[in-house]
């Protein structure tokens, strides 16, 4: 059983220092989330802190972008299951192909990113 507590320094009114342990704040969780331990290097803490603007905003940022991550996901497999179903003539693919390049639009799927600097 793990045992969150907060140890409080007091200053006594004879100049005496007590320390006191007191309950938790409240928590911000509710019973529709969790909270878990990840361990990322150092330099990719500090670019995610800055990103999401501040300390208090990480938790926020991190699960918006892993649920941006799985629809996106979900999204390349209903493609490659699409793609499998109906395959489409080389010769279409290739105009397509060069009508996209065209206008800048192929190359390797680029993830949108998600840090600052």
Do not use: F, N
Not at 76 to 89: G, I, N, Q, T
């Amino acid at each position: 059983m793990h045992v969150e507590v907060c140890l409080r320094s007091l200053a006594a009114s004879d100049g005496a220092e007590y320390v006191v342990m007191t309950e938790p704040p409240a928590s911000k969780y509710d019973d529709r989330m969790k909270r878990i331990t990840v361990s990322l290097p150092d330099e990719l803490v500090d670019r995610i802190k800055r990103a999401a603007g501040g300390e208090g905003q990480v938790s926020s940022y991190v699960a918006t972008a892993l649920a941006d991550y799985q629809e996106q996901e979900s999204l390349d497999e209903l493609l490659a299951a699409w793609r499998a179903e109906s395959p489409v003539p080389d010769e279409v693919r290739q105009q397509v192909e060069a009508e996209l390049d065209d206008v800048g639009l192929t190359g390797p799927v680029r993830r949108r990113s998600r840090v600052a600097g």
